[in-house]
């Protein structure tokens, strides 16, 4: 039975038969840290997700092959991780899949035409670890060289002083500090919109200085990028909950109503000590919980498979053309095509998307004009997040909510980080110690 823990002295509790009980509503990447987090310290957790699997937005499923083929199982879209992105490690950790992420050293740059600039770490330490590649990639001139140096320097800088980051977009920011055409676009543009899911003009500046500060700037290794080497939802379907008895899954039970005295699941009302709700905020005003005013940002990812290897590079971005980003998923064969912010292809029927992937895919690979297209699926994930644009910091709400045991969780909650696994990792941890301070224990899940 539990009862709730008694301070014994400043700071140390006695915890003895302390199991409270948490609902979650939502199997994302935050409610499953929360899960974890409040799992492992003893909780009795309950998580009601509304599909049959976990990972939410960011998930895999098996998509049906054609004649005899078995099934392919694929991401809904190539998801990856920087190595700043510690909280989300730090859940991989807790899930025993860490070594399923695979990191790269190097960012491929490619030309229409195929040529290719490599950025990667050299032998300066931060902040200048960048200098020996980046001064011999071939994709930008040397006026865009000096334009993007002279802004990094600046971005250093105006970091903690300027007060106005959160109303000017990034493309303000950039024009304030005359960047080059080139220098906008195939720097600037093409690692922040693939990282925060919004064009430059419609991003608050506040993002792009924390990508380039965290990734690119305060560390050597920020920057590395990681990918999962298994369908994301193998990191979430681990040994790690069978080690956690206290933590219980319930896949296809979609909560229809959340309030102070618990949720309405099937038509019946199930109670506990706390509640954690880890919805995407367009969900919330159909289960009687206000919703923030955020707008959507789209993401479309395009799968192709070739007859043939078109490529041996292991990703690449992609210069000057809608496709954004590469990776190669199998033996240069399967590769995943990403378009952040992919509003323009919204109208665009899946035959115009996948033509318009191999036009511009023949551009950079050479070998796609002699191979066969086998097959190809595309997604397009019109709610992928919410938009980071100026002025919507302040919309995003805390973790703690009106319902005094009800805690928030989700992407879009003020994580500290644009809706990305690392922001949803944290609002989890967040909204766990948020319930672990509600019932006087409390405890530290976030990292920093
Ligand atoms: C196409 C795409 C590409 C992306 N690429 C990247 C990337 O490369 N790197 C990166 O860091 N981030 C990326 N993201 C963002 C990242 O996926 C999300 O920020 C993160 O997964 C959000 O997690 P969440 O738990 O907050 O929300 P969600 O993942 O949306 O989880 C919410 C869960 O609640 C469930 N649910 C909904 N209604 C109910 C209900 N009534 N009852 C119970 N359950 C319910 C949903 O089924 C879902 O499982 C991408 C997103 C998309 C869509």
Redesign the pocket.
């Known amino acids: 039975m539990w009862r709730p823990p008694k301070r014994v002295d400043d700071g140390v509790w006695d915890t003895e038969g302390f199991m409270a009980k948490v609902l979650i509503?939502?199997?994302?990447?935050?409610?499953?840290a929360a899960a974890a987090a409040l799992g492992r310290d003893g909780w009795e957790v309950d998580l009601?997700?509304?599909?049959g699997f976990?990972?939410?937005?960011?998930?895999s499923y098996a998509v049906p092959a054609g004649g005899e083929e078995v099934p392919e199982t694929i991401d809904?879209?190539?998801?990856?991780?920087l190595r700043c992105?510690t909280n989300?490690l730090n859940f991989y950790e807790r899930m025993g899949v860490r070594d399923r992420i695979q990191f790269f050293r190097e960012f491929y740059f490619i030309e229409p035409g195929g040529r290719i600039s490599v950025m990667k770490r050299g032998r300066l330490p931060a902040p200048l670890h960048f200098t020996e590649s980046f001064l011999s990639m071939k994709c930008f001139s040397t006026a865009d060289k000096i334009a993007i140096g002279r802004a990094l320097l600046a971005l250093r800088r105006e970091r903690t002083r300027r007060k106005d980051l959160d109303r000017i977009s990034m493309l303000d920011w950039l024009l304030q500090k005359r960047q080059t055409p080139h220098a906008i676009d195939r720097f600037w543009r093409q690692v922040l919109v693939?990282?925060i899911?919004e064009d430059l003009d419609r991003m608050a500046a506040i993002h792009g200085f924390q990508v380039f500060w965290l990734g690119f700037l305060s560390t050597a290794n920020g920057y590395e990028m990681g990918i999962p080497k298994v369908p994301l939802g193998e990191l979430y379907t681990a040994d790690a909950w069978r080690q956690m008895p206290n933590v219980r899954m319930h896949y296809r039970?979609?909560?229809?109503r959340i309030s102070a005295e618990g949720f309405v699941i099937d038509g019946q009302l199930v109670a506990a000590d706390r509640y954690i709700c880890?919805?995407?905020f367009e969900?919330l005003p159909?289960?009687g919980l206000p919703a923030p005013d955020l707008q959507h940002s789209p993401?479309?990812?395009v799968h192709l498979w070739f007859d043939r290897e078109v490529t041996t590079l292991p990703h690449a971005t992609l210069l000057d053309r809608t496709m954004q980003w590469m990776f190669n998923k199998e033996g240069g064969r399967y590769l995943q095509l990403?378009v952040?912010a992919s509003r323009d292809l919204t109208p665009l029927s899946r035959k115009e998307i996948i033509d318009l992937a191999i036009g511009d895919l023949r551009l950079f690979f050479p070998r796609v004009k002699e191979a066969s297209l086998i097959k190809a699926h595309v997604?397009k994930?019109q709610?992928?997040?919410f938009s980071a644009a100026p002025e919507t910091e302040s919309l995003r709400p805390g973790n703690e909510s009106a319902i005094p045991n009800l805690h928030m969780?989700?992407?879009?909650t003020n994580s500290g980080w644009p809706?990305?696994?690392?922001?949803?990792v944290r609002?989890?941890y967040l909204a766990a110690q948020s319930a672990a301070r509600s019932v006087g224990k409390p405890t530290l899940y976030l990292l920093n």
């Open positions: 509503a939502g199997g994302g990447l935050a409610g499953l009601y997700e509304a599909r976990l990972g939410g937005r960011a998930t809904n879209c190539q998801h990856v991780l992105c989300l693939s990282a899911n039970a979609p909560v229809e880890a919805l995407p969900k159909a289960l993401i479309t990812g990403v952040s997604v994930e709610r992928a997040t969780a989700g992407d879009w809706a990305t696994m690392e922001g949803a609002s989890g």
